[in-house]
């Protein structure tokens, strides 16, 4: 696959061609490798797993430049890279995803179903506050309450607004998402993270079962 998606990077930037359904097929590519890696991939083998994907997910993002579509992605990829490996390097790692993530949605805020809010939104409460980082927790909000606007029966922005208001310490308000994230139209394209994520969810029910018993 890496091969492909380089020669498909070189010729994009050497002839200009407009993005097409082969970016289509490149996205849906990264969409099944990153479930593969982050839900269905042994932990001691993640860390080099998501090494080769970044670099996957950047040639993608070379190939369509003006396209919001992978910017997502590719920040995606990084985010949760920075998640597998930690150490001195995740820092970087979540700083770069955000700078993606504002260039798509400078292009295109509305792409992926506003998977653009949602990944800000993540990254705003996860990532610590100054000095270490860039954490904001108003910004988070902000993010994930558009993201549930324009994904309002989404498994993603459900669970991940649940989650914020889990880290907020409002048990019952992130019982109501996360139960909302479980009811979520399956995505037929996307078995895998979806059965990924209602696994997160159960994980994320019983600590908010244990907060309000």
Do not use: C
Not at 40 to 64: G, H, M, N, S
Not at 77 to 84: C, P
Not at 94 to 109: G, N
Request: hydrophobic residues 40%; negative net charge; proline residues 6%.
């Amino acid at each position: 696959m890496k091969s492909k998606i380089i020669s498909l990077a070189v010729i994009a930037l050497i002839f200009n061609i407009p993005a097409s359904a082969d970016m289509q097929t490149d996205i849906a590519d990264i969409q099944h490798a990153w479930a593969k890696a982050n839900y269905d991939t042994p932990k001691d083998q993640q860390a080099k797993t998501f090494e080769t994907l970044v670099k996957q997910a950047r040639d993608i993002a070379a190939a369509y430049p003006d396209k919001a579509e992978p910017k997502v992605w590719l920040a995606i990829v990084l985010s949760t890279d920075a998640g597998v490996t930690g150490g001195l390097g995740a820092l970087g790692k979540v700083k770069e995803a955000r700078k993606h993530l504002e260039e798509a949605e400078a292009i295109d805020p509305t792409v992926l179903d506003g998977s653009v809010y949602t990944s800000l939104g993540s990254l705003y409460y996860q990532v610590p506050g100054w000095p270490l980082g860039f954490g904001n927790d108003d910004k988070a909000e902000e993010y994930l309450q558009k993201a549930l606007a324009a994904n309002p029966d989404g498994i993603d922005p459900n669970y991940f607004y649940g989650d914020f208001m889990l880290e907020e310490g409002k048990a019952a308000e992130a019982k109501k998402y996360f139960e909302k994230a479980l009811s979520a139209p399956a995505r037929p394209d996307r078995p895998l993270a979806d059965q990924g994520r209602k696994d997160e969810i159960a994980t994320k029910l019983s600590k908010v079962e244990e907060r309000l018993n």
